[in-house]
């Protein structure tokens, strides 16, 4: 059974950085896109970045040379690391695994206020 579990969310500063982690267990990554997702509330859920198992990233144009999803095949983890956090930012973070309806992990809250 595939599970993905995110962690690194908090409260930040505007300007501020977090990195995001998502463990997978249940099956390697390495074969899979993997990518990061936000939602706010009552907004659908709009791809931030991914990472295909080639080696090709692709991010959102608000987040473009702020944030860098990376993935450790080996670990089977992919981070997102936040940087220039800004308030337009918040939102639940989730990971998914593959592409279309994939696998969803539980999300992890940010927050960037002063």
């Known amino acids: 059974q595939v599970q993905l579990v995110e962690s690194g969310g908090g409260l930040v500063q505007p300007g501020g950085s977090l990195r995001l982690s998502c463990a997978a267990s249940?099956?390697?990554?390495?074969?899979?896109?993997m990518g990061w997702f936000r939602q706010t509330t009552g907004k659908q859920r709009k791809q931030v970045a991914v990472?295909?198992?080639?080696?090709?990233?692709n991010y959102a144009d608000s987040v473009k040379g702020r944030f860098t999803i990376s993935r450790d095949d080996v670990t089977n983890m992919v981070y997102l690391q936040m940087n220039s956090l800004k308030p337009e930012d918040p939102a639940v973070y989730y990971c998914?695994?593959?592409?279309?309806?994939?696998?969803w992990g539980q999300g992890t809250q940010v927050t960037v206020s002063s």
């Open positions: 249940g099956s390697s990554i390495s074969v899979y896109t």
């Open positions: 998914r695994m593959g592409v279309g309806a994939g696998y």
């Open positions: 990472f295909t198992a080639g080696g090709s990233t």
